[in-house]
T-cell receptor, first 109, second 112 residues
């Protein structure tokens, strides 16, 4: 089973940086995904980490520490369109994904 | 355009009625999934299929059934709907069970 925790809400200013933390407890870790979900829409894939360290993809970066059961998603140079929910999902050995409840990020002008 | 389609977009259903949510993908993905998303609970896996002809139970399978007769289609059936099945249902697919998942647009279901 999974226990995945992430903050419920975060607010930041346009152009700023926001870091969304995700902690998890799992019996068999096999990768961590971040998804973005705009209100009323489907989740879309952002990033994937399976080894410790930082993965950078444009304005978005994701970090993983397997020993600490910890990941974060870093959003840089925030834009209004980045207002969305960000979902942390942990994959176990059987490849099933377990999702956190999501963090709603609001970007203010 | 390649992707996943779901039907209907939304539905209001009387309790006790039978309902099938449709999901079709044209990406030739082997694995398909059904999730429900409820406020404050995140996405929860209902059923999955790693390849055509096989299915498995997820975290919350009770009251739901699926079939996978071919690669493209993965319908979800509620045999006798109950109000607690009011939710947004997302279908997803991945090339294989270890790849990232792509989600359909969702079906908003209300059971009264």
């Amino acid at each position: 089973g999974q226990n995945i925790d992430q903050p419920t809400e975060m607010t930041a200013t346009e152009g700023a940086i926001v870091q969304i933390n995700c902690t998890y407890q799992t019996s068999g870790f096999n990768g961590l995904f971040w998804y973005q979900q705009h209100a009323g829409e489907a989740p879309t894939f952002l990033s994937y980490n399976v080894l410790d360290g930082l993965e950078e993809k444009g304005r978005f970066s994701s970090f993983l520490s397997r020993s600490k059961g910890y990941s974060y998603l870093l959003l840089k140079e925030l834009q209004m369109k980045d207002s969305a929910s960000y979902l942390c999902a942990v994959r176990e050995g059987d490849y099933k994904l377990s999702f956190g409840a999501g963090t709603t990020v609001t970007v203010r002008a | 355009i390649a992707g996943i389609t779901q039907a209907p977009t939304s539905q209001i259903l009387a309790a006790g009625r039978r309902m099938t949510l449709r999901c079709t993908q044209d990406m030739r993905h082997n694995a398909m999934y059904w999730y429900r998303q409820d406020l404050g609970l995140g996405l929860r896996l209902i059923h999955y299929s790693n390849t055509a002809g096989t299915t498995g139970k997820g975290e919350v399978p009770d009251g739901y059934s699926v079939s996978r007769a071919n690669t493209d289609d993965f319908p979800l059936t509620l045999a006798s709907a109950v109000p607690s099945q009011t939710s947004v249902y997302f279908c997803a697919s991945s090339a294989a069970e270890y790849n990232e998942q792509f989600f359909g647009p969702g079906t908003r279901l209300t059971v009264l």
